[in-house]
Nanobody, 115 residues
Framework: QVLLVESGGGLVQAGGSLRLSCAASGSIYSISVFDWYRQAPGKQRELVAHVGVGGSANYADAVKGRFTISVEGAKNTIYLQMNGLGPEDTAVYYC?????????WGQGTQVTVSS
């Protein structure tokens, strides 16, 4: 079992920055993938950033060059640094991981960007 708890969301003006954190606990040694997803009102949940076992990261085109995913402390904490935020980034952001073939989700953290 893996437990993911996000934090760091909030209200920010356009052009600002936020750093989301995801604290992982439980069987973290078995985690092979960390992702950040987001879901805006009325839209489907979408993949924002992904990092695998090898450490290579991939990003959605909409956030490339603005967002950075990182893993710190032997898989204990996953970060999403978000710069140059715009109203289109307003969404609930979810931490996601895969461990031994099972998927785990955090409860989500709200990010609201005002224009």
């Amino acid at each position: 079992q893996v437990l993911l708890v996000e934090s760091g969301g909030g209200l920010v003006q356009a052009g600002g920055s936020l750093r989301l954190s995801c604290a992982a606990s439980g069987s973290i040694y078995s985690i092979s993938v960390f992702d950040w997803y987001r879901q805006a009102p009325g839209k489907q949940r979408e993949l924002v950033a992904h990092v695998g076992v090898g450490g290579s990261a991939n990003y959605a085109d909409a956030v490339k060059g603005r967002f950075t995913i990182s893993v710190e402390g032997a898989k204990n904490t996953i970060y999403l640094q978000m710069n140059g935020l715009g109203p289109e980034d307003t969404a609930v952001y979810y931490c996601h991981s895969i461990a031994l073939g099972r998927q785990y989700w955090g409860q989500g953290t709200q990010v609201t960007v005002s224009s």
